[in-house]
């Protein structure tokens, strides 16, 4: 990623001749740095500016908001801000390891430690800023460190291999990473804070109470309101910590994370200006008290008095500078210092006047300790938002930030909007009630009235040409969101009919195809299209299509006609890797899986040469098959008794348990029974989407069921319902649907959601969103699965009996059919050849599929089930050569 | 081999004649049969090596034989004879299985790059049906 400078001649010394270009320094190459050449390069079209850096850092610059996720596994290359030859392509000469250490102002030089100078026209510092450690005794001991680059964090990583507790000094945004850090590497974690509660600066005291507690629960002891006044020091390492409390803690690791400072020495070596507490001074350009010089980013003391220590002013300043040096003019006034970020998995945000030092204003609380939710709000005396603090529930603030920004009315009561939906809060105001100055992107600047205006002025029609035209969501992304939904509403507005039907060949929602092919008894996809629809359809109308079909009449997915409408998935009943490799899951009900059967699937995989992996879902993954492979695997399965696991398809996947009543001293009830039982009914269930499940056999909830499609837990009295829960992108805790129910009343309540879920969602709608969307809520859901309101039940409980009763193993079934194994193969006119593309290379035993560039080998496609190949293809013996 | 009924060289242009008439791919000047008719189901693809190269041969329920290149040119993998049919405002085009990006059957050309155009190579496409006389 990070290549070696290339010295260019006539541009490295100050005496050049300078060529038409005009000479540019960047001194300091961090995330701010790097904004700015892009914003340079971007607006100098013509190569005006012929572009220097020096960075001290021995890397180019990288994500240092995102520094913490370089523990968890993020390596410094995926970190890099710099997209592969962007330093090559615009001719800029990078100097990596070579930080500045003189400026001659009179004569325009910059001089770097190796000793070269460098002639500017224009010189721009971005030196960022350096971690504060306090001077306390035995600050600087082995074991004490800073989080600050990607080298401390590799020496803590280091450190902490031999560490047992750990320390961090300072309870602000970055000390909290640090703590989540340390913890995640399994150290005992303390945070010490001088001030009487955690993240002082962004939220109040209840809301530090909040998150302190929410901190706490994950095993970090809170010091808050203690001053760190000594590391006790033994052979040179650090081994205690005296606190102004009067407590001692026994600490072997030592983060220091009480704040920054700006790294102003380099301008006031030179005479510039700089401010009583550090920083250098800038106007409204960014530009120094020397005309030639700018300054961007932390080390700037802005023309508002104040030290931005946030990623987004500093990109502000330097589009500031980058315009102003390419005959442009953007001033940087001030920022908006609203955060919102995840510590430790909590929500935690902060906007406007966060402290309420207005004066006359009034605040709106709204606090559940049990759950961990504190909300406020700080409201003008006529009713405007003015600031706020949320913490453990964060999903209002894309909306109250740009109303609080707008400083226009409240569109509801202000408790309102902090009360959570279930304590009667219909906190259903959207986006319709921003004004239109309200900003949307922060990251581009961009306002609702500047989004309206690309539909209704600029002819956009979609939230993509909405992006290009206005750059709004093209940054962090985080207002994505709110940005479609005003683009949805604007097209509305302006009589553009918003489609709302599955794609462009039918105008009918996924819920009303279902009603027309159920009602009608429509059995084809080609009877549809032509009575309901128009075209030749899609791939989004004919998988969903095809599922409506194998949820209503349980026929074979790849017999006659439906073979054509599935996805490469379900078309293989396997699942497509990169490579174009497909991997196959056995179905393993509950996860329950006898010595015998695991043996089995080891030796198929082995025999095979398939890379194995355990699943999240409690089953066991086989990577690198071929089409051609698939049905000699799946005969050995079945004949070991095992069927398709679904994994290809929108159907159910797994029911995931814990060992339950029967060995768990804990356990109330035979979770794996009836986990099993679960999946055995539901197996093949077409849906319109993948379904999971789980049951948990006590409150303990070790099988995770509260983040499942439907999940079961354990009662002494019976079992709980839990249903609409979701794991991955958009977590989402399931809603109790019933308590205590006997197994009989669980079953039909399952059968009656799970149908009615596949009757009435949409294509590739999980039961999350399903059931916030649904009009009455949970109580409509409720009524209609176990009271009937819709007298539906009936209709219900057939579709769940004729799936019962039809089910059939679909990898079974295909080996026992010549015409469906007809596909299995890789080239129609040549039977038996592998594909050439697909290769492996070995690493950590196992295959994977060879990158660009190595050159793999491919796999044979009978195996080695009694051929003289076997054990050749598995394991360490797999020869491997890369280019 | 006594008589043969040439359906048309150009790809789209190929209509259904018989469940025994084979599917040609013209590469490298010279016609390579790869399979019969019967063998596509309308809707769906398969491979086909021609001369060497991967080659993606399509029937859509109109009876209309396609052929472009296999491989998928966004993930690097010789996938797109396992994409799903359809039309796209009368565009007949195929989506690639790997990260969903629909190629024009006709042109190859891809109908969801954003920047620079990407396209499939497109083969010319014959169906022909061999009556084969019996010899001695």
């Known amino acids: ?41 971007e607006r100098d079209g013509g190569g005006a500016w012929q572009v220097t850096v020096l960075c001290e850092e021995p890397r180019a610059a990288y994500d240092r908001v995102h520094l913490t996720s370089y523990f968890s596994g993020m390596s410094a290359d995926e970190l890099s801000m710099v997209p592969a030859g962007f330093m090559d392509e615009h001719g800029i000469d990078l100097r990596l390891g070579d930080p500045a250490v003189a400026v001659d102002r009179e004569a325009r030089t910059v001089t770097a430690r190796s000793g070269e100078t460098f002639g500017y026209d224009a010189l721009v510092l971005a030196t960022g800023s350096y971690p504060f450690v306090p001077p306390v005794p035995g600050h600087d001991a082995d074991g004490c460190f800073v989080y600050r680059t990607i080298e401390d964090l590799e020496a803590i990583e280091a450190w902490a291999k031999t560490a047992k507790t750990g320390a961090v000094v300072g309870g602000g945004l970055l000390g909290l990473e640090a703590a989540g850090a340390l913890r995640a590497m399994g150290l005992d974690t303390h945070v010490v804070e001088f001030a009487p509660r955690l993240m002082a600066i962004q939220i109040d005291a209840g809301g530090g109470e909040a998150l302190r507690r929410k901190i706490e629960e994950l095993g970090v002891t809170v010091h808050a309101g203690a001053g760190t006044q000594e590391i006790g020091v033994a052979d040179g390492r650090a081994r205690t910590m005296a606190l102004s409390n009067g407590e001692t803690l026994d600490v072997d690791l030592v983060v220091f994370s009480a704040g920054v400072r700006p790294r102003d020495q380099l301008a006031r070596d030179s005479g510039l200006a700089v401010g009583e507490r550090g920083g250098i001074v800038v106007d409204e350009s960014c530009r120094t008290s020397d005309p030639a010089v700018w300054a961007i980013g932390e080390c700037a003391l802005a023309c508002d008095g104040r030290v931005y220590g946030l990623v987004a002013p500093g990109y502000q300043m330097a589009e500031t500078v980058a315009h102003e040096l390419t005959g442009g003019a953007k001033a940087f006034t001030g920022a908006d210092t609203s955060t919102k970020l995840k510590l430790l998995g909590v929500d935690v945000a902060s906007f406007g006047d966060a402290h309420g030092a207005a004066e ?50 409240l569109p509801a009561p202000p408790e309102q909007l902090v009360l959570p939906e279930s304590a009667g809060g219909p906190v259903a105001i959207g986006a319709s009630a921003l004004p239109d100055e309200a900003l949307v992107c922060s990251c581009h600047n961009v306002s609702k009235g500047a989004i309206r205006a690309a539909v209704a002025e600029q002819g956009c029609a979609d939230v993509p040409a909405v992006k290009k035209c206005t750059r709004a969501g093209t940054g962090c992304g985080s207002c994505v969101k709110m940005l479609t939904t005003i683009v949805q509403d604007e097209l509305a507005a302006n009589g553009v009919e918003v489609a709302k039907g599955l794609c462009e060949h039918f105008e009918h929602t996924r819920a009303e195809l279902f009603e027309i092919v159920q009602v009608r008894g429509i059995t084809s996809f080609t009877r549809l299209i032509e009575e309901h629809g128009t075209g030749l359809g899609c791939d989004v109308c004919k998988p969903a299509v095809a599922s409506i079909l194998a949820s209503l009449s349980n026929g074979h997915i790849l017999d006659g006609e439906q073979a054509a409408l599935q996805d490469t998935n379900d078309h293989f009943l396997a699942n497509l890797q990169r490579n174009g490799s497909y991997s196959v899951v056995p179905r393993i009900p509950g996860g329950e899986i006898t010595p015998e059967g695991l043996i089995t699937i080891g030796e198929i995989a082995r025999d095979f040469g398939l890379y194995t992996k355990i699943t999240g879902g409690q089953r066991i993954d086989m990577f690198g098959a071929s089409v051609d492979q698939l049905p000699l695997i799946w005969a050995r399965l079945v004949a070991a008794g095992f069927e398709s696991g679904h994994a290809y398809g929108k159907a159910l996947r797994t029911v995931k348990s814990c060992v339950g009543e029967t060995w768990c001293r804990y356990g109330v009830q035979d979770s794996v029974g009836l986990a099993i039982e679960l999946e055995l009914r539901y197996r093949g269930l077409r849906s319109p989407h993948k379904l999971k499940s789980a049951v948990s056999g006590c409150a303990r909830e070790c099988a995770e069921a509260q983040s499942k499609d439907f999940g079961v837990i354990a009662t002494s009295a019976g079992w709980n319902l839990y249903i609409g829960g979701n794991g991955g992108m958009t977590p989402r805790h399931a809603d109790l649907l019933a308590s205590d ?143 | 081999m006594a008589a043969e009924r040439q359906e048309g060289a150009r790809a789209g242009a190929a209509r259904a004649a018989g469940p025994d008439t084979l599917v040609e791919i013209g590469a490298a000047g010279s016609w390579t049969p790869v399979c019969r008719l019967a063998d596509l189901i309308p809707g769906r693809g398969v491979a086909a090596l021609v001369d060497g190269e991967q080659v993606a041969v399509f029937a859509d329920h109109d009876g209309a034989v396609y052929a472009v290149g296999n491989r998928d040119p966004f993930s690097g993998a010789y996938v797109i004879s396992r994409g799903i049919l359809g039309s796209r405002q009368g565009v007949p085009m195929v989506m690639s299985p790997m990260y969903k990006e629909a190629f024009d059957l006709r042109t190859g050309l891809c109908l969801d790059a954003d920047d620079e155009p990407v396209s499939l190579p497109v083969y010319e496409v014959r169906l022909r049906t061999a009556v084969v006389a019996e010899v001695g």
């Open chain 1, 1 to 41: 990623m990070i290549e070696s400078p290339t010295p260019q001649s006539g541009q490295t010394s100050a005496n050049s001749t300078a060529p038409a270009a005009r000479r540019l320094v960047l001194v300091g190459h961090g995330m701010v740095g790097q904004r700015f050449l892009e914003a340079l390069v």
């Open chain 1, 741 to 883: 129910l006997d197994r009989e009343t669980l079953i039909r309540t399952i059968d009656r959601f799970l149908m009615f879920y596949i009757r009435t969602a949409d294509r590739l709608e999980r039961t999350a969103p399903w059931v916030e969307r649904m009009e009455g809520g949970l109580d409509h859901l409720r009524a209609v699965v176990m009271d009937d309101s819709l007298g539906i039940c009936d209709d219900l409980d057939e579709l769940m009996q004729r799936h019962v009763e039809t089910y059939e193993d679909e990898w079974r079934a295909t080996l026992e059919d010549p015409e469906r194994l007809r596909r299995f193969v890789s080239f129609v006119n040549a039977p038996g050849t592998p594909d050439p593309t697909v290769t492996f290379v070995a690493e950590r035993d196992q295959i994977r599929p060879a990158r660009p560039g190595e050159e793999g080998v491919s796999l044979p496609i009978e195996g080695s089930v009694d051929g003289p190949t076997a054990g050749l293809i598995a394991g360490p013996t797999l020869e491997v050569r890369t280019s």
């Open chain 1, 360 to 409: 006359g204003c009034l605040e709106v609380l709204y606090s559940n300790s049990r759950a961990g939710v504190y909300k406020k709000l700080v409201v003008s005396a006529d009713g405007r938002l003015l600031g706020g603090v949320l913490v453990g529930d964060a999903g209002s603030y894309d909306l109250l930030r740009p109303l609080c920004l707008a400083g226009s009315p």
